[in-house]
């Protein structure tokens, strides 16, 4: 009696009275998100199904089907990921003829936590200056990956008043505007209370480079690293669009925060990263320059004795740092948006 029930015990199925072919239906599956980020070794992220239904109704999860394009990146059973390498790999959840795809990074923590061109991506036509990375150009700055909760960058006011800076964490289209006001350096948290994990940020000059006489930069000078923030390197990039933009006020986003037209044009109401030009290269995901200059004109100098014209200046790394840029020649666009303003006194 005992082998019989030992026998009946081993034969028994996995899942009883559990079924796994999804019967025929009309099937609908949706993610909660469109992209994922996992620290290499990560072994405790799942994929989140925001809705799963077959003929309009909630579906058994147990019908979800998966797979990944590369084992190398990452793997999942079940719905549970595992990131295996650094990398981008897409994952596919799907059931009969509905399907939905999930982009899943993964990121190795950096051997240093200095900056350099292995964990930091770079906006626009930024240059090395005393050890860090110098920013004159509206809508230009630095972006980089961390594993933690906060990021602290050191900054470098080189203006002796305040300018203004966006930054984005993750996919925030909209971003954080901040005041850069202490001249000097100083060390500011652009992100802080985040959920721990990884977390990808750019930090963007909302400022044009001068403004009624005043020049405005800074420079980033360091990343904070430690236990709240891991430096991580960049993954292999695929080839962008490239788009080029030259432009006088409206491009440097002169006046666009304005709560009325009887405002005046200020820096506190100016911002480059909210633009026509800013919001095309963020939809497009594009690798841009922004060369935004209020009230420049073509060839004709504005004022007498001036030398700031576009002619003069498009191939500069900006008005602060008059040397040749290396512009590219394959360049897939090139905008150019300069009119003409009229005043009456």
């Not at 058994?60 to 650094?86: F, H, I, K, M, W």
């Not at 240093?112 to 509206?138: F, K, L």
Request: aromatic share 10%; proline share 3%.
């Amino acid at each position: 009696m005992l082998l019989i029930a030992f026998v009946l015990v081993g034969c028994a199925p996995a899942e009883q009275g559990r079924q796994t072919v999804a019967p025929e239906g009309e099937y609908s599956i949706r993610l909660a998100a469109q992209s994922m980020d996992l620290l290499e070794g990560q072994d405790d992220a799942f994929i989140e199904i925001a809705e799963f239904t077959k003929d309009g109704e909630f579906a058994d999860p147990a019908y979800l089907e998966y797979a990944t394009s590369d084992p190398d990146v990452v793997t999942v059973q079940d719905g549970n990921l595992t990131a295996v390498g650094a990398g981008e790999a897409t994952v596919s959840v799907s059931c009969r003829d509905a399907d939905a795809e999930l982009t899943v990074r993964v990121w190795e923590q950096a051997s240093s936590g200095e900056m350099s061109e292995s964990t930091v991506r770079t906006y626009g036509r930024t240059y090395g200056q005393e050890g860090g990375i110098a920013v004159d150009n509206v809508n230009s700055g630095i972006g980089f990956a961390f594993y933690g909760t906060q990021c602290r960058i050191e900054i470098y006011n080189t203006a002796g008043t305040t300018q203004y800076i966006r930054y984005f964490v993750d996919d925030d289209q909209d971003g954080v505007r901040v005041p850069i006001s202490r001249t000097g350096a100083q060390t500011y948290t652009f992100a802080k209370n985040l959920e721990r994990g990884v977390h990808r940020i750019r930090v963007l000059k909302a400022t044009e480079q001068n403004m009624w006489g005043t020049s405005f930069s800074f420079r980033v000078a360091g990343i904070e690293t430690g236990e709240e923030c891991l430096l991580l390197n960049r993954l292999p990039e695929q080839d962008r669009l490239k788009i080029d933009f030259y432009g006088d006020s409206i491009t440097a986003g002169q006046g666009n925060l304005a709560e009325s037209a009887a405002d005046g044009i200020t820096v506190a109401n100016s911002d480059g990263t909210q633009t026509y030009a800013a919001f095309t290269a963020q939809a497009l995901d594009s690798e841009s320059d922004f060369i935004g200059y209020g009230g420049i004109t073509v060839k004709a100098p504005k004022y007498y004795g001036t030398d700031i014209t576009m002619y003069s200046i498009w191939h500069w790394y900006s008005t602060l740092n008059r040397t040749d840029y290396p512009v590219d020649p394959d360049t897939d666009f090139v905008v150019i948006n300069l009119g003409t303003h009229l005043c009456t006194h």
